[in-house]
């Protein structure tokens, strides 16, 4: 992991030159990571782990950028640890998660 002055260096790069091969490169690794996210709901769903009338392109996409968020703010925090902002996208995820968890009562 890159340490949080690159984080920043990296963020503020790919809002102000956003035209850039970096920020295009940025936005390319967003979109992956997001998609990922996107066919793990949708390979819970198959499972029946997740409720059959969740949309998973929405769902997630959501906890990616719920987790992005949460990252974004560890790199802009002076005090957040890397165990901290772990210890955040693991509560809050489980949290949503849990929202769309298939109901034992419902078929």
Do not use: P
């Amino acid at each position: 992991m890159l340490n949080k002055a690159l984080w920043r260096v990296g963020y503020a790069l790919s809002l102000t030159h956003v035209s850039s091969d970096a920020a295009r490169r940025y936005r390319r690794s967003d979109a992956i990571l997001s998609q990922q996210m996107v066919n793990i709901t949708l390979k819970l769903q198959h499972k029946g782990l997740l409720r059959a009338d969740l949309n998973c392109q929405i769902f997630g996409a959501a906890l990616f950028n719920n987790a992005n968020m949460l990252f974004f703010e560890f790199a802009r925090s002076e005090n957040k640890t890397y165990q901290d902002i772990q210890q955040e996208i693991s509560e809050m995820t489980r949290s949503l998660v849990s929202l769309a968890h298939r109901s034992k009562n419902t078929s």
